[in-house]
């Protein structure tokens, strides 16, 4: 059972595994992905105190809870790009 978040494509589409079942999760466009994550970095660690985006996106590598967690962010992440893109 992989639990990862990998480049599992050529075109920089990023996907989360969890039992087997790929997901893609993410924007296609690398600069989109970065602008969301630096977006929720900043939410992120305000809300979670002594803890790092950073720390997450590893930790989501190994746990399903963190996985789910990363996911959900991404998701918020999105969708504040979408209502406010710059």
């Given at each position: 059972?992989?639990?990862?978040?990998?480049?599992?494509?050529?075109?920089?589409?990023?996907?989360?595994?969890?039992?087997g079942?790929?997901?893609?999760?993410?924007?296609?466009?690398?600069d989109?992905w970065?602008?969301?994550?630096?977006a929720?970095?900043?939410?992120?660690?305000r809300?979670?105190p002594?803890?790092?985006?950073?720390?997450?996106k590893?930790?989501?590598r190994?746990?399903?809870e963190?996985?789910g967690?990363l996911?959900?962010?991404?998701?918020i992440?999105a969708?504040?790009r979408?209502?406010?893109p710059?």
């Amino acid at each position: 059972m992989c639990h990862t978040v990998t480049d599992a494509s050529s075109n920089g589409e990023r996907y989360m595994s969890a039992n087997g079942v790929l997901q893609k999760i993410g924007p296609s466009d690398p600069d989109e992905w970065e602008a969301i994550e630096r977006a929720i970095c900043r939410d992120y660690e305000r809300s979670y105190p002594g803890d790092t985006f950073e720390n997450l996106k590893a930790r989501a590598r190994f746990s399903k809870e963190d996985k789910g967690l990363l996911r959900d962010w991404m998701k918020i992440g999105a969708a504040k790009r979408t209502n406010n893109p710059k």
